[in-house]
């Protein structure tokens, strides 16, 4: 007889396998599928979600010439708005309202004249009166306002400008309002609406699927081909983009603003779905996709049909409202309700959970096999159950409990163990027609392995696992395949081979037909959609479009590849210009400043434009060298050369609390001491500077001064302050200056921490950091403080419980919170 084994996770490493429960199918929060798809043809919904998805709108906006028409039309909707201090982007102001703003105020019908308007729009002598009589015939929210109406109109000209424009090609202008009103519409009564005006209804076959055609400056006709068909290739390509995308995290953030909405799981919405979540999107796009036909079909996974949760998903997320597939154009439309649905499964269980009493849980999906197996179990009725326990106790912990019909033998290690599990699987979603086989590939090493009473204690989880199709019916022997979905510690993903290499050479056919072999102008702002780093190395690129394309890249590495190769193969006397204009495009870009830094210490780039990048972002480029401490010769004295601008705001904080005199301490003396003396330096900065190199004297000094700000924040160091960094370093003669200061506040918190960061951090104040490091003299000076009314000013009811650091702390301040009470009623 077969043992039966159990195996129990734990805290994320040790898991448990095998028990009887039927699970309760929680609902989710499923986007409906209703979008402008509807409306715009295949080619305008394939472009307009490829300048999404590649971050091509960002770019114009940010990169590209003010007189850019492309940049121009972005602009009249998207308002963005610069850091005063930093002078970068906000980006997550992307899509807010202004009072000129005319997109919250404009109507489903109003959407529907316009594109009208637009995809009749030929120019003419009465365009100027075309264009007023669309916007009287506008809804009263838009005409009745001057600002909006004036401003729809200059919306107009800039599109009609786009649109007959030599150098784009016609669809670009509604492929841009395609990115912007996407998913501005949802409702059915919207879309009717929007519909009418175009003489359509929904579910009518707008536009047939015909070839995609250019035509070059001599007319010839090239063609890409079927656009449903390439944009679904031998899988699913643009679900694939969309997915590898988000696991590569350059997904545009405006997408992710407007886009993503987590009801369930407590997560911001400025954060996207994970690597594992977007892996298993890919698994289930591929298993559940037919090849040879191009569409999705039931009969591929019959196990759906008994998943009363996948039923329903299908019914909400795939079927149109009239009962009908949704069709191969508008297949990357359903990544988003995938997204939507996984992100709000709350009982798959994750880990990272917090204020369990508050209700308030964060779900991070561990890459783990087992998790794997729980969503196959969601979306698939495999034959087993799972059942949840959770325990609360100080952490959250998992028992993942799994029942395989009762049978399993005993594993030799965690390879044959997990085979076992993923053989089962394999026989469950095989059919007459294709055989699905699940195996462990490899398996990282496992630092514990063992049979104990039946259970299987395990660690590491993670390797690779080959999924092999192979069908049975001899029309669809050419389509035999096979993918890995590689999880490892902290990320996941998909290799599928056969589908990546096929895209590749989709991209590669398309750059040498409409980029390098034709002349046409129209084609070239769609290579920016395909752009890769081999291609610009590879491909005969014109220079001055290398530095144009080189903004979409979003990843540091890849741009500091870019920046090696211009200044490392383009330096020469003909390109000396186009060097200059890089450091004028590039504003304060943190990766690309760090780039060039880089390309300085490879001495890629001449001094007379690092001087140049020097007096345009002395602050980025100075906090660069300091962060990275890159003290080399010449990039020492390009950050002194930085320091000599008196304007340059040394105190301001970067994106991780911290200055340019926090990096430089204990780096590079001859820069400490250049910024000390810098006039913009904070005195609470330099003070902690002295308090850290016990320089005592020097820090009474300034605290001593009669306007000093003994308040301010200078990072984020665990609460850094003066005074908390004087009670930290136990200075006790500096905290009784500082205490003796009329300003100063002795229970409030840093700014930074108050307006960023958790309310546990903003309410650490330094009575908990003096309890913590446990002097009792600097807890005495704390809670004995007066104001200047003569009152105790010391707040006490925000200490933790687990923050003394011995019984003796905690008694005194008891004593302290019993005189407090005391002055309260009078006695004191």
């Not at 963005?80 to 489903?108: H, Q, S, W």
């Not at 949704?326 to 359903?334: A, V």
């Not at 630092?447 to 069908?471: H, L, M, P, R, T």
């Not at 005199?661 to 000390?676: F, M, P, Q, R, S």
């Amino acid at each position: 007889m077969k043992k039966q084994i159990k195996v129990n996770r734990k805290f994320g490493i040790v898991f448990t396998l095998l028990l009887l429960m039927t699970p309760n199918i929680t609902k989710a929060a499923i986007l409906p599928i209703k979008g402008l798809y509807e409306i715009f043809t295949p080619d305008v919904i394939g472009i307009g979600q490829a300048l999404l998805t590649n971050g091509w709108i960002e770019n114009v906006y940010t990169y590209a010439p003010d007189d850019n028409l492309a940049k121009k039309v972005i602009k009249s909707f998207w308002h963005k708005n610069r850091d005063r201090v930093t002078g970068n982007i906000n980006e997550m102001d992307a899509f807010l309202a202004t009072e000129y703003d005319p997109i919250k105020g404009i109507l489903a019908s109003d959407l529907g004249k316009i594109l009208k308007y637009i995809g009749d729009f030929k120019g003419g002598d009465k365009i100027e009166a075309n264009r007023k009589a669309l916007v009287a015939s506008l809804s009263n929210k838009v005409k009745k306002n001057s600002k909006k109406s004036g401003f729809i109109i200059d919306i107009l000209k800039a599109i009609e400008a786009l649109r007959v424009s030599e150098d784009f090609i016609p669809e670009t202008a509604e492929a841009i309002l395609w990115a912007f009103f996407d998913d501005k519409f949802k409702k059915k009564e919207d879309l009717d609406a929007c519909l009418k005006e175009l003489g359509k209804s929904i579910g009518e076959e707008l536009y047939l699927e015909n070839d995609y055609k250019i035509f070059d400056s001599n007319v010839k006709n090239i063609s890409l081909g079927n656009s449903s068909e390439k944009i679904i290739n031998e899988y699913d390509i643009a679900t694939y983009s969309l997915i590898k995308k988000a696991r590569e995290k350059i997904i545009p953030p405006q997408v992710v603003q407007i886009k993503t909405a987590y009801k369930f799981n407590g997560k911001e919405t400025k954060q996207f779905s994970t690597c594992f979540e977007s892996a298993i999107l890919d698994i289930i796009s591929i298993l559940f996709y037919d090849p040879k036909n191009k569409v999705y079909r039931l009969s591929m996974v019959p196990l759906v049909s008994e998943s009363d949760f996948f039923k329903k998903v299908l019914k909400e997320v795939f079927f149109t409202s009239d009962g009908k597939f949704i069709s191969p154009q508008n297949i990357n439309y359903k990544v988003l309700p995938w997204i939507n649905l996984i992100e709000n499964r709350p009982w798959v269980n994750y880990s990272n959970s917090e204020s369990i009493d508050n209700n308030i849980v964060r779900y991070d999906l561990n890459t783990t096999f087992e998790n794997l197996i729980k969503i196959m179990y969601q979306f698939y009725s495999i034959g087993f159950d799972i059942k949840h326990d959770v325990e609360v106790i100080k952490v959250i912990s998992d028992k993942l409990e799994i029942n395989i019909e009762r049978v399993i033998k005993e594993p030799r290690d965690a390879k044959d163990f997990w085979n076992e599990i993923f053989s089962y699987i394999s026989r469950k979603f095989s059919t007459s027609n294709r055989k699905i086989t699940f195996s462990v590939k490899s398996l990282d090493k496992n630092d514990k392995f063992a049979v104990i009473k039946d259970k299987v204690i395990i660690s590491g989880s993670c390797g690779k696992i080959n999924v092999k199709i192979e069908y049975l019916n001899n029309d669809y022997k050419e389509f035999n395949t096979s993918f890995d979905i590689n999880i490892n510690s902290g990320h996941a993903y998909i290799n599928s081979y056969s589908r990546d290499s096929n895209s590749l050479d989709f991209y590669r056919r398309i750059f040498e037909k409409f980029i390098y072999e034709s002349t046409e102008k129209k084609a070239l702002p769609l290579s920016i959609l395909l752009i890769n780093r081999n291609d610009l190395f590879s491909y005969k690129i014109k220079n001055k479009n290398i530095l144009l394309y080189s903004q979409l890249l979003k990843r540091p590495e890849v741009k500091l590849d870019v920046i090696d190769y211009i200044f490392g193969n383009l330096f020469d006397i003909n390109s000396k210009k186009l060097l200059n204009n890089l450091v004028d495009m590039i504003g304060n870009d943190f990766y690309f400043i760090s780039s060039i830094v880089y390309s300085m210490r490879s001495k890629k780039i001449d001094n007379e434009l690092f001087e140049k990048l020097i007096n345009k972002n002395s602050l980025a480029v100075l906090d660069f060298i300091c962060k990275e401490g890159i003290f080399n010769e010449n990039l020492e004295g390009f950050a002194i050369k930085a320091l000599d601008n008196k304007e340059i705001e040394v105190s301001s904080l970067d994106e991780y609390g911290f200055t340019v005199l926090h990096y430089a301490t204990g780096k590079n003396d001859n820069i400490v001491e250049k910024i000390l003396k810098h006039n913009k330096l904070k005195d609470f900065d330099k003070i902690i500077y002295f308090i850290r190199t016990n320089k005592d004297k020097e820090a009474i000094e300034i605290i001593k001064k009669k306007d000093v700000d003994i308040n301010g924040p200078a990072g984020i160091d665990i609460c850094n302050t003066p005074l908390y960094e004087a009670i930290k370093n136990g200075k006790k003669n500096i905290v009784k200056e500082i205490l003796g200061n009329i300003t100063v506040d002795i229970n409030k918190g840093p700014k930074i921490l108050r307006n960023s960061w958790s309310e546990y951090f903003s309410s650490y104040s330094p009575i908990n950091v003096a309890v913590e490091y446990g002097d009792e003299d600097i807890v005495r000076l704390l809670l004995y403080h007066k104001d200047k009314n003569g009152l105790y000013d010391i707040d006490l009811n925000g200490i933790y419980e687990d923050s003394y650091s011995s019984d003796e702390i905690k008694s005194l301040v008891d004593e302290g919170r019993d005189e407090i009470e005391k002055q309260k009623v009078g006695k004191i």
